[in-house]
């Protein structure tokens, strides 16, 4: 039994497992800093951190607004959400996004003292759109923006961002980098959206699975993955052949998810594939990461 707003109901609410989607993006980013001689080890932390708490603030946001909006029924297949299940009131919740919020924009203001004053935009724009994912009059990822808006803030907004705080300029790699990372990273999107596909068509949620279909959403979670490691080659041309060859490995367990996911199809079980997929992100960014600094 899990006590109303204790410690452990919020360690829960924060989805500790999802940390990994907000570290890898930095990881990138601290890589190719590192790749062409920038890296600073100071703002690197401060980035992490600001991920960290972002992706805190997301999951305590969609936690509530789900709840408000009726999303989280009885025959909901995903992890539990905290409000769903009575572990933290609506009003607590909203008092920890309100504090979360605060502790990311104090963060990142702590990240002006390596960057410029164009960095205030991109805060303000991370904080406005881990809300408008599912609240307001429209929620986005209930109509089918949650695929490009994870391209943007797990792509190029963290990799490109980290590497611009410490670089102080954009170039081609970090262009590549970020996509490639928003694409794997979109993996576990497409994972959620599959297994929830008929829940979210009751709850008017029009993802792209449901508007295409599960075949289709099979057969974009596979063409992510892949066009993620096809993007590698392109550092054959600035010599950094293991940045090429190492992210290639990731796709032996892209391709062996794909097939247990098809396999299963539906229900509950595709909490496994969840759970693979985000294994599966992490080697690729690790790997990735590997290819940069060697």
């Known amino acids: 039994m899990i006590e109303t707003n204790s410690f452990k109901a919020w360690m829960l609410a924060t989805r500790p497992k999802t940390l990994t989607g907000a570290a890898i993006p930095v990881m990138l980013g601290c890589a190719l800093a590192f790749l062409f001689g920038k890296f600073n080890p100071a703002p690197a932390c401060l980035c992490f951190l600001f991920a960290f708490l972002m992706q805190i603030d997301a ?9 408000l909006k009726g999303s989280d029924r009885e025959d909901r297949l995903g992890p539990e959400r905290a409000c769903s299940q009575g572990w933290i009131t609506p009003k607590a919740m909203g008092i ?4 979360t919020t605060i502790l990311a924009c104090l963060v990142g203001l702590c990240l002006l003292f390596f960057s410029g004053w164009e960095m205030i935009p991109v805060g303000i724009a ?8 599912t609240a307001g009059p429209y929620p986005l990822a209930y109509h089918g923006w949650g695929d490009l808006l994870v391209l943007i803030f797990f792509g190029f907004v963290p990799v490109g961002c980290t590497y611009y705080i410490m670089a102080g300029d954009w170039n081609t790699s970090v262009t590549i980098v970020s996509l490639a990372c928003g694409l794997v990273i979109d993996t576990l999107l497409m994972v959620n959206n599959f297994r929830d596909r008929v829940q979210d068509k009751i709850s008017g949620k029009r993802t792209l699975v449901v508007r295409f279909g599960a075949k ?17 080659f392109y550092f054959l041309f600035i010599g950094k052949i293991y940045a090429v060859l190492l992210p290639q490995i990731y796709l032996i367990s892209h391709i062996a998810t794909t097939r247990k996911m098809a396999q299963i199809n539906h229900g509950k079980a595709l909490n496994n594939i969840l759970g693979e997929t985000s294994r599966n992100i992490l080697i690729f960014g690790v790997l990735l990461t590997i290819g940069l600094i060697l």
Request: proline content about 0%; hydrophobic content about 65%; glycine content about 8%.
């Open 96 to 99: 920890g996004i309100a504090i």
């Open 216 to 232: 289709a959403g099979l057969s974009m979670y596979l063409f992510l993955g892949l066009t993620a490691c096809w993007l590698c």
């Open 59 to 67: 999951n305590l946001i969609n936690d509530l607004f789900d709840f």
């Open 126 to 133: 991370c904080v406005i759109f881990a809300f408008l994912y």
